[in-house]
Nanobody, 127 residues
């Protein structure tokens, strides 16, 4: 059984940076695509970024393109989300999730495809 643990959130001023981490353990985690999602109060959970199991395919929501970068270190079973130039509208609980993909170059931003979820980490962007 795969488990995912998300961490790294916090309080940051507008224009600042944070790096979120998603540790995936168990069940040959190398075969899993990883996605980051976020949910602000009163809003639906939305896809932010995702990365294929091989790391060669990444996708981003339009709202974070050019500011966020996703990467993975399979030796450490960890995926990172580097968030720069943060804005107040980035404030949300961020979740990482994993899905088994037969195609190592497949990745999806659809939350309905993901089977394993972390508990979430709060990101607050405020002055």
């Amino acid at each position: 059984q795969l488990q995912v643990v998300d961490s790294g959130g916090g309080l940051v001023q507008p224009g600042g940076s944070l790096r979120l981490s998603c540790a995936a353990v168990g069940s040959t985690s190398d075969y899993y695509a990883i996605g980051w999602f976020r949910q602000a109060p009163g809003k639906e959970r939305e896809g932010v970024s995702c990365i294929s199991s091989s790391g060669d395919v990444t996708k981003y929501a339009d709202s974070v393109k050019g500011r966020f970068t996703i990467s993975r270190d399979n030796a450490k079973n960890t995926v990172y989300l580097q968030m720069n130039s943060l804005k107040p509208e980035d404030t949300a609980v961020y979740y990482c999730a994993a899905v088994l993909m037969i195609n190592s170059s497949a990745a999806t931003l659809s939350r309905y495809e993901y089977d394993y979820w972390g508990r979430g980490t709060q990101v607050t962007v405020s002055s």
